[in-house]
């Protein structure tokens, strides 16, 4: 089930400072008035006096008191930054709080850094990781610049967690990583808009056309790598289980029948995978409010077909019930590992974020910088029953990681294609004079948010 949408904007000059303070991790160094100099002066002078207080003190004290001096230096410069930055460089006040934040939470020693708690970052000079335009797997949905979007910010923020960075992305590495073995991704089309994601991250480490090509069959894409025998695939299966969506053409159905019993014509094609990554929210959302889920017990055949008609959660807790079961008793934990994708917000309703509903996310060209927004469709209770439900196969030896993505997501209501995108369906009269009522603001522009979550990927690959 797909929206479609496209998208305006407005370009922004960003100063070579910005640029700089934003993308190196280290404290940017401030050019500052002349009107300044005084306080930048007492500044050093006080460096120099506090410099001896280590001398009276023990090697423990002697660490807080560098931190101290640290923290103080760095509000400083918060505060001369903040009085010659105007409206454009939200983005640059939003790394000063993250530097605030990164101070507070290093002092917690021994504590694991979670990716997943951060900020945005804008970052013209390490992003894009690739170019949509050059990319020749991207696809017409997703493709925003291509389709008339102009501003391209959306394509310039870097996810910063608090407290450590992701582990720099290096497509030769992954390659070497999947040679001769096969990564899948399972479910709709916000986990295909992840794998074209992916396919263009390594595709342009192949500079050469002939190692490289994409496969259609079905519901199934491949793309190989053929130098190194590598295949990441893409399987189309938007409620895990067999059902009446499993077209992928065809399925804008809101009288949706998934059969609870039925999994292993989809399995079948993922069965020999070495990575596979699922993901399955948006089909079990509600379009309206009395939308239910079919369930389809026995079949046709047999004679003993039966039809129940259940909330969607209920629905969806069956498909987690067959899958888990059917993990374990298939996947080989030697070889196989298994990730489960957080749900994707979408940003349908602009009110969310102090806007007009009328405009969904259309020309929102900047992050939400509250720090721990949720939207109100943002619902995290199907990602705590799938991974309770996957906690029942740890006695077993299989290990699901949830590539936990959803917070990171909610803040980005600026990176949809909205109105930017090949349309498919004829658009109506009534769409073309209203826009937002058809702005795409489930789907994601590439590059883009879904990159971060192949950062994720890769690290948790690499190095866990």
């Given at each position: 089930?797909?929206?479609?949408?496209?998208?305006?904007?407005?370009?922004?000059?960003?100063?070579?400072?910005?640029?700089?303070?934003?993308?190196?991790?280290?404290?940017?160094?401030?050019?500052?008035?002349?009107?300044?100099?005084?306080?930048?002066?007492?500044?050093?002078?006080?460096?120099?006096?506090?410099?001896?207080?280590?001398?009276?003190?023990?090697?423990?004290?002697?660490?807080?008191?560098?931190?101290?001096?640290?923290?103080?230096?760095?509000?400083?410069?918060?505060?001369?930054?903040?009085?010659?930055?105007?409206?454009?460089?939200?983005?640059?006040?939003?790394?000063?709080?993250?530097?605030?934040?990164?101070?507070?939470?290093?002092?917690?020693?021994?504590?694991?850094?979670?990716?997943?708690?951060?900020?945005?970052?804008?970052?013209?000079?390490?992003?894009?990781?690739?170019?949509?335009?050059?990319?020749?797997?991207?696809?017409?949905?997703?493709?925003?610049?291509?389709?008339?979007?102009?501003?391209?910010?959306?394509?310039?923020?870097?996810?910063?967690?608090?407290?450590?960075?992701?582990?720099?992305?290096?497509?030769?590495?992954?390659?070497?990583?999947?040679?001769?073995?096969?990564?899948?991704?399972?479910?709709?089309?916000?986990?295909?808009?992840?794998?074209?994601?992916?396919?263009?991250?390594?595709?342009?480490?192949?500079?050469?056309?002939?190692?490289?090509?994409?496969?259609?069959?079905?519901?199934?894409?491949?793309?190989?790598?053929?130098?190194?025998?590598?295949?990441?695939?893409?399987?189309?299966?938007?409620?895990?289980?067999?059902?009446?969506?499993?077209?992928?053409?065809?399925?804008?159905?809101?009288?949706?029948?998934?059969?609870?019993?039925?999994?292993?014509?989809?399995?079948?094609?993922?069965?020999?995978?070495?990575?596979?990554?699922?993901?399955?929210?948006?089909?079990?959302?509600?379009?309206?409010?009395?939308?239910?889920?079919?369930?389809?017990?026995?079949?046709?055949?047999?004679?003993?077909?039966?039809?129940?008609?259940m909330e969607m959660v209920d629905g969806f807790e069956?498909?987690?019930?067959?899958?888990?079961?059917?993990?374990?008793?298939?996947?080989?934990?030697?070889?196989?590992?298994?990730?489960?994708?957080?749900?994707?917000?979408?940003?349908s309703w602009a009110s969310d974020w102090g806007g007009?509903?009328?405009?969904?996310?259309?020309?929102?060209?900047?992050?939400?910088?509250?720090?721990?927004?949720?939207?109100?469709?943002?619902?995290?209770?199907?990602?705590?029953?799938?991974?309770?439900?996957?906690?029942?196969?740890?006695?077993?030896?299989?290990?699901?990681?949830?590539?936990?993505?959803?917070?990171?997501?909610?803040?980005?209501?600026?990176?949809?294609?909205?109105?930017?995108?090949?349309?498919?369906?004829?658009?109506?009269?009534?769409?073309?004079?209203?826009?937002?009522?058809?702005?795409?603001?489930?789907?994601?522009?590439?590059?883009?948010?879904?990159?971060?979550?192949?950062?994720?990927?890769?690290?948790?690959?690499?190095?866990?």
């Amino acid at each position: 089930m797909e929206e479609h949408n496209k998208r305006g904007g407005l370009t922004i000059t960003i100063p070579e400072e910005r640029m700089k303070s934003e993308v190196t991790p280290k404290m940017s160094v401030l050019q500052y008035p002349v009107g300044l100099r005084s306080i930048m002066t007492s500044l050093v002078a006080f460096f120099f006096v506090v410099s001896s207080v280590p001398l009276l003190f023990d090697r423990g004290q002697e660490t807080q008191v560098q931190m101290v001096l640290e923290h103080e230096n760095q509000e400083m410069q918060v505060k001369v930054a903040a009085a010659h930055h105007d409206q454009q460089l939200r983005g640059q006040e939003a790394e000063v709080q993250w530097r605030a934040e990164l101070q507070d939470s290093t002092r917690g020693a021994g504590k694991e850094c979670k990716w997943s708690r951060g900020r945005w970052v804008y970052d013209n000079m390490s992003r894009p990781l690739y170019s949509g335009l050059k990319c020749s797997f991207i696809f017409p949905e997703v493709a925003c610049d291509k389709y008339g979007r102009k501003d391209v910010m959306y394509q310039h923020w870097r996810w910063q967690p608090h407290g450590c960075d992701l582990p720099r992305f290096d497509a030769t590495k992954l390659l070497e990583k999947l040679r001769n073995k096969r990564l899948v991704f399972v479910g709709d089309s916000v986990n295909r808009n992840q794998w074209v994601s992916l396919v263009c991250m390594v595709e342009a480490s192949i500079p050469d056309d002939r190692l490289k090509m994409r496969v259609y069959n079905g519901s199934l894409i491949s793309f190989k790598a053929l130098e190194y025998n590598a295949t990441i695939d893409f399987y189309w299966s938007p409620l895990l289980l067999e059902s009446n969506s499993d077209n992928p053409i065809i399925h804008r159905v809101e009288y949706r029948i998934i059969r609870a019993d039925r999994i292993e014509k989809h399995a079948s094609v993922w069965r020999d995978a070495d990575i596979i990554v699922f993901n399955s929210y948006l089909w079990w959302r509600k379009q309206k409010d009395d939308m239910r889920m079919k369930v389809m017990y026995g079949s046709f055949e047999d004679g003993d077909a039966r039809l129940d008609e259940m909330e969607m959660v209920d629905g969806f807790e069956i498909a987690l019930k067959k899958l888990t079961e059917w993990l374990g008793e298939n996947i080989d934990k030697n070889k196989t590992r298994i990730f489960f994708a957080g749900s994707s917000p979408t940003h349908s309703w602009a009110s969310d974020w102090g806007g007009e509903d009328r405009n969904k996310c259309l020309n929102e060209t900047e992050p939400i910088y509250k720090t721990g927004y949720k939207a109100a469709t943002t619902d995290y209770s199907l990602m705590a029953m799938a991974k309770s439900y996957f906690g029942t196969l740890e006695q077993k030896g299989i290990h699901v990681q949830i590539l936990n993505i959803t917070e990171l997501s909610d803040y980005r209501k600026d990176g949809h294609p909205t109105v930017y995108r090949r349309q498919y369906v004829p658009l109506t009269k009534e769409q073309i004079a209203n826009p937002a009522s058809y702005a795409d603001c489930t789907h994601w522009c590439l590059p883009g948010v879904p990159d971060v979550w192949n950062e994720f990927l890769y690290g948790y690959l690499m190095y866990k």
